[in-house]
């Protein structure tokens, strides 16, 4: 079974993203900011994490650090998902360890074309 | 047509790809859905609409919203095309276009470019094997408005997004503002974008090593599938390779090409020499090996005779 951790501090945006995952046949979990995230994680391993970057407590890049460096942390894969959309944090996103990243807004067609790339389909 | 029929499709398109349906694009319907009508076994848009209510069947959803969105070409669209050009035809062209390290391809019906481009980037990734080549790549589409989009190389963040790896973006495009990235020079040189019509003469093309020409047919009748095909195996390689879509065919519609036997929708000459890009098999071999790896009623009967 195929899990997702949907990260966003944006009730919105997580239910926007769980119907489309869930078509994608992903059984999804979320979570509203880093930490949460984290912990979650630390429980149980996700297949993938969808991923924000600017949430309060704990920023996405500072869950992307936090996951890669503890145990079991290098399995998920991490796709982005976020307003910043600059060469910049893309590539800082990348250095860190991130898959794959997708600038806001999204639709089905991203995602499945982004997490298809990723062999997650 | 029906305004229940509308609001259908109109919801169905927003939500599946973002597309906007005004009414002034009703006639859009018509002419883009009347392959997936036909495809689908239906008879009219009244009937495609009734069975989209009713069955809400995944796949026919899919054709609708592709049919609908073809403008909105995808990078690396299909993906299976792209991997073969890459693992399959890449290596036959090393091969047996080293004397004048030159090849040639064609991408018909362009759009806006993306199908061209995502060659142009698998060369780019081959470069140490391509080192001192030529590579042409040519796209060719009937509107000039889109062929000029397409020599830009300029694109919405929606359309970098769909297909393109973001390993890729960072590699080969430059952000030029908040929501526009364009491909860099290095991948624009190896294209060029001319206007032309798969229903005219072609003129002095030249001759291609591949030719891709995708979800093209599909909008024509029979006889002029046939025209274009026997079109097309004219300014073709005797050894080339023609793509077409995934819900085209040559079979029944022309005596020039045939398909590839175990590459999905790759399509060879008749008549091509032995001795060129993959060269036919002895004819037995392939299809038993196929046999035995591919088939689960082989394997099972050869392992049923193993434990007698």
Known sequence: MKTCLIVDDSRVIRKVARQILETLRFTCEEAEDGKQALEACLRKMPTVVLLDWNMPVMDGMQFLKALRASSGGRAPKVVFCTTENDMKHIQEAMANGADEYIM??????????????LGLL | ??????????????????????????????????????????????????????????PLLRDVTDAMTTNESFFFRDS???????????????????????????????SSGQEAYSLAMICAENAAQLEGWRVDIVGTDLSSEIVERARQGLYSQFEVQRGLPISYLMKYFSQVNNDRWQINDSIRRMVTFKEGNLLMDFGPVGVFDIIYCRNVLIYFDQPT?????????????????????????????????????????????????NSGMLPAK?????????????????VNAASQQAVR
């Not at chain 2, 035809?89 to 090393?94: F, I, K, N, V, Y």
């Not at chain 2, 077409?244 to 000459?269: H, I, N, W």
């Not at chain 2, 037995?284 to 082989?298: D, G, K, L, N, Q």
């Open chain 2, 282 to 298: 002895e004819k037995e071999a392939p299809r038993a090996s196929a046999a035995t790896t591919t088939s689960p009623f082989v």
């Open chain 2, 225 to 273: 599938k046939t025209r274009v095909l026997d079109a097309l195996s004219r300014v073709i390689a005797p050894d080339g390779v023609l793509f077409l879509g995934g819900a085209e065919t040559v079979l029944g519609l022309s005596d020039k090409f045939k398909p590839l036997e175990g590459q999905r929708g790759m399509y060879v000459l008749k008549d091509r020499p």
């Open chain 2, 80 to 110: 299976k095309p792209f991997d073969q050009f890459k693992d399959v035809l890449l290596p036959e062209l090393l091969r047996t276009r080293a004397p004048k390290k030159y090849f040639r391809i064609w991408s018909a019906a362009a």
């Open chain 1, 104 to 117: 806001k807004p999204f639709d089905m067609d991203i995602i499945q074309s982004k997490f298809s790339q």
């Open chain 2, 1 to 58: 047509m029906k305004q229940e029929d509308y609001d259908l499709f109109a919801t169905l398109l927003k939500q599946r790809s973002g597309l906007v349906l005004g009414r002034d694009k009703v006639y859009l319907l018509e002419s883009r859905l009347t392959p997936v009508i036909r495809k689908h076994g239906l008879k009219s848009l009244e009937e495609l609409a009734q069975s989209i209510r009713s069955k809400r069947d995944e």
